[in-house]
């Protein structure tokens, strides 16, 4: 196999990391497997990390190093990026990166949840709090998101977790 980078983006609350948990899952015993996700990446930072661009890049170039270092240093065969990644030039940049210095294939997988769904879910209360004014340059809310025009993986927002990781698995193992 290939080494390959799945790079999971849409909105918070549109299913990211829950399907890319179901897919490390289902990987795991048969690849060296790797999975990066931006609330973690988030966590890491000793001040918390703001919604802007600036914040937002600087986490999706994280997460690009982080990718780069699973493998080329513990030689995964699977990398597993879930995160929100806002900006079409992000995730082509993510892209171009991990194709040119690790010869990956990379899969862009968009998650095709409307706002309005991703805010019914609010897993985290987020959108509440930027509704509220309490979260500035929340992406959806007062931040642009870019759909995905490059994803080789459209997931609709009525999939279930397996039909949504199922897809993912068949594009990037079979």
């Not at 996700?37 to 170039?61: C, H, L, N, W």
Request: charged share 25%.
């Amino acid at each position: 196999m290939k080494p390959t980078v799945v790079w999971i983006t849409g909105l918070s609350g549109a299913g990211k990391t829950t399907v890319a948990n179901a897919l490390h899952k289902k990987c795991k015993e048969q690849y060296r497997v790797g999975i990066v996700d931006g609330d973690t990446i988030r966590a890491q930072y000793d001040k918390p990390k703001g919604f802007d661009m600036k914040s937002r890049e600087r986490i999706v170039s994280e997460a690009v190093y982080m990718s780069k270092n699973m493998i080329t240093f513990q030689k995964a065969d699977l990398v597993i990026v879930a995160m929100i990644s806002p900006l079409q030039s992000m995730r082509d940049n993510a892209r171009d990166v991990l194709t040119k210095y690790c010869n990956v294939r990379f899969i862009e997988v968009y998650m095709d949840t409307p706002l309005e769904i991703c805010e019914q879910r609010d897993p985290k209360g987020l959108y509440k709090k930027a509704r509220a004014g309490e979260i500035e340059d929340f992406t959806g809310i007062d931040s642009i998101y870019e759909p995905a025009r490059h994803a080789e993986i459209i997931i609709p927002f009525n999939y279930t977790v397996e039909q949504a990781m199922e897809l993912i698995y068949n594009a990037a193992i079979l």
